[in-house]
């Protein structure tokens, strides 16, 4: 992507994505059942053509293989009959999500017979673009459609089939609904994708999910507001006084449990004064469920077989692989963290609440953990129905963005023939009294 330039839309693209702000425009005006109505029809006809979807990742598996595309993105273009499903419940969860619309903020008297009030609404269009991963086409649709937003959807070239399939799917469901099929729209070319960054005045946020480098591509090129994040290089720090047990547990749970999400660990963190006792029965532990464990100095001296290079303390494997350090103290540990993680989600194992304490002040990630696995950085777990994406900006919305991170606020004054004049001159007089929500 960083070798072509940035070029203009063609009168196509205009077209389309002129046609999803105008229904985006008359989604944010719907009411919740008919947003959720709309919802229900989607998940229904995406249950219809299970099948159709099912050939269809088929093909694109097929090709990948033949391709030789990673282990990591081959398991992340993976979308089974067992894998729709739980995304079509997944949707119907996201319809039965408390309407984020409408909802009042504020609510002030400011001078008699003048009240004003926030209210949530819809950012507009929303442009998401991603790699590999076809049940993010089902994810991030209905986070839009139930928010109020219209969406343009680029997934990567790898899964074309899968996402035309599961998008003509969406949009004859929304056809079976007072939401037009045109709020949801797919784009299948390099060509067309970065074209989309030039869409301002059309699309409101760029949502990036993909490599370090297409996020900082994107964000080098576009006048459209990013929202996103690229690596994730999750740490687990494994203090003094961590319980070996299940500290072990947490580690084996936060690497393997499904290795190319980007919230798995990529370094493991050892406090010295544990390192022996704790490494004694990680190293076969892991070896045990095929993960190859690459180590500093100290670790090696305590059996990690394989050297890790400078490179591998700020590497996303998306793979069996993890990097090993021990480390004299928090503070070490703290530091590490701070030159090579990516903010995404970090996790401390330790039984001594102080030092938990200082771990989570300290660390400045989207995500930040105590006794408990990586793994649990995710929108649905988090109860959000599904995600968009992660973001690891400090601004909000800041990690998994489900409904809340898909509205903005607009004030609304009510007045009766008020003048600013009036105020000035002192014939008024500011109230500035909160009223019930």
């Given at each position: 992507?960083?070798?072509?330039?940035?070029?203009?839309?063609?009168?196509?693209?205009?077209?389309?994505?002129?046609?999803?702000?105008?229904?985006?425009?008359?989604?944010?005006?719907?009411?919740?059942?008919?947003?959720?109505?709309?919802?229900?029809?989607?998940?229904?006809?995406?249950?219809?053509?299970?099948?159709?979807?099912?050939?269809?990742?088929?093909?694109?598996?097929?090709?990948?293989?033949?391709?030789?595309?990673?282990?990591?993105?081959?398991?992340?273009?993976?979308?089974?009959?067992?894998?729709?499903?739980?995304?079509?419940?997944?949707?119907?969860?996201?319809?039965?999500?408390?309407?984020?619309?409408?909802?009042?903020?504020?609510?002030?008297?400011?001078?008699?017979?003048?009240?004003?009030?926030?209210?949530?609404?819809?950012?507009?269009?929303?442009?998401?673009?991603?790699?590999?991963?076809?049940?993010?086409?089902?994810?991030?649709?209905?986070?839009?459609?139930?928010?109020?937003?219209?969406?343009?959807?680029?997934?990567?070239?790898?899964?074309?089939?899968?996402?035309?399939?599961?998008?003509?799917?969406?949009?004859?469901?929304?056809?079976?609904?007072?939401?037009?099929?045109?709020?949801?729209?797919?784009?299948?070319?390099?060509?067309?994708?970065?074209?989309?960054?030039?869409?301002?005045?059309?699309?409101?946020?760029?949502?990036?999910?993909?490599?370090?480098?297409l996020v900082r591509f994107i964000q080098d090129n576009t006048r459209i507001p990013v929202l996103g994040h690229a690596d994730?290089?999750?740490?687990?720090?494994?203090?003094?006084?961590?319980?070996?047990?299940?500290?072990?547990?947490?580690?084996?749970?936060?690497?393997?449990?499904?290795?190319?999400?980007?919230?798995?660990?990529?370094?493991?963190?050892?406090?010295?004064?544990?390192?022996?006792?704790?490494?004694?029965?990680?190293?076969?532990?892991?070896?045990?469920?095929?993960?190859?464990l690459r180590g500093d100095q100290a670790s090696m001296a305590l059996g990690v077989t394989h050297p890790a290079a400078e490179?591998?303390?700020?590497?996303?494997?998306?793979?069996?692989?993890?990097?090993?350090?021990?480390?004299?103290?928090?503070?070490?540990?703290?530091?590490?963290?701070?030159?090579?993680?990516?903010?995404?989600?970090?996790?401390?194992?330790?039984?001594?609440?102080?030092?938990?304490?200082?771990?989570?002040?300290?660390?400045?990630?989207?995500?930040?953990?105590?006794?408990?696995?990586?793994?649990?950085?995710?929108?649905?777990?988090?109860?959000?129905?599904?995600?968009?994406?992660?973001?690891?900006?400090?601004?909000?919305?800041?990690?998994?963005?489900?409904?809340?991170?898909?509205?903005?606020?607009?004030?609304?004054?009510?007045?009766?023939?008020?003048?600013?004049?009036?105020?000035?001159?002192?014939?008024?007089?500011?109230?500035?009294?909160?009223?019930?929500?």
């Amino acid at each position: 992507m960083t070798s072509q330039a940035v070029p203009e839309p063609s009168a196509e693209l205009l077209r389309l994505a002129t046609a999803v702000r105008r229904a985006a425009i008359d989604l944010g005006q719907t009411t919740d059942q008919q947003r959720q109505q709309a919802l229900a029809a989607m998940a229904a006809a995406l249950q219809a053509h299970a099948d159709r979807i099912a050939a269809a990742n088929a093909a694109d598996l097929e090709q990948a293989a033949a391709e030789g595309l990673a282990p990591a993105l081959v398991a992340r273009l993976k979308l089974d009959q067992a894998k729709l499903a739980g995304a079509i419940e997944g949707v119907r969860q996201v319809a039965d999500l408390q309407d984020p619309l409408g909802s009042r903020q504020l609510h002030r008297e400011l001078s008699e017979r003048l009240v004003l009030e926030r209210i949530t609404v819809p950012l507009g269009v929303l442009g998401v673009i991603f790699e590999a991963r076809p049940d993010a086409v089902i994810q991030i649709a209905s986070l839009a459609i139930r928010s109020g937003n219209g969406a343009i959807l680029k997934g990567g070239s790898e899964a074309n089939r899968t996402n035309q399939a599961v998008m003509a799917a969406l949009q004859e469901g929304l056809a079976h609904s007072v939401v037009s099929a045109d709020a949801l729209a797919l784009l299948t070319t390099r060509q067309e994708s970065l074209a989309l960054l030039r869409l301002d005045g059309l699309v409101d946020l760029i949502i990036p999910r993909g490599s370090n480098e297409l996020v900082r591509f994107i964000q080098d090129n576009t006048r459209i507001p990013v929202l996103g994040h690229a690596d994730g290089v999750c740490h687990l720090y494994v203090d003094a006084e961590a319980d070996c047990g299940q500290a072990l547990r947490i580690a084996i749970d936060s690497k393997t449990q499904y290795p190319a999400a980007c919230n798995a660990i990529e370094t493991l963190l050892v406090h010295e004064a544990i390192a022996e006792r704790f490494l004694k029965d990680a190293i076969p532990a892991f070896a045990g469920v095929g993960v190859e464990l690459r180590g500093d100095q100290a670790s090696m001296a305590l059996g990690v077989t394989h050297p890790a290079a400078e490179a591998d303390w700020g590497r996303e494997y998306l793979d069996l692989i993890l990097a090993v350090r021990v480390v004299p103290d928090l503070e070490t540990a703290l530091e590490h963290i701070r030159r090579h993680g990516s903010r995404h989600t970090e996790a401390i194992a330790t039984a001594n609440g102080t030092t938990a304490e200082r771990f989570l002040r300290a660390v400045d990630s989207a995500g930040v953990y105590h006794n408990c696995s990586t793994r649990f950085a995710d929108g649905f777990r988090y109860g959000f129905g599904a995600e968009v994406g992660i973001s690891t900006q400090t601004l909000p919305p800041r990690g998994p963005v489900g409904l809340e991170g898909l509205v903005t606020y607009r004030y609304r004054l009510r007045g009766d023939g008020h003048l600013a004049a009036d105020f000035a001159t002192g014939e008024r007089q500011f109230s500035h009294r909160d009223l019930p929500l």
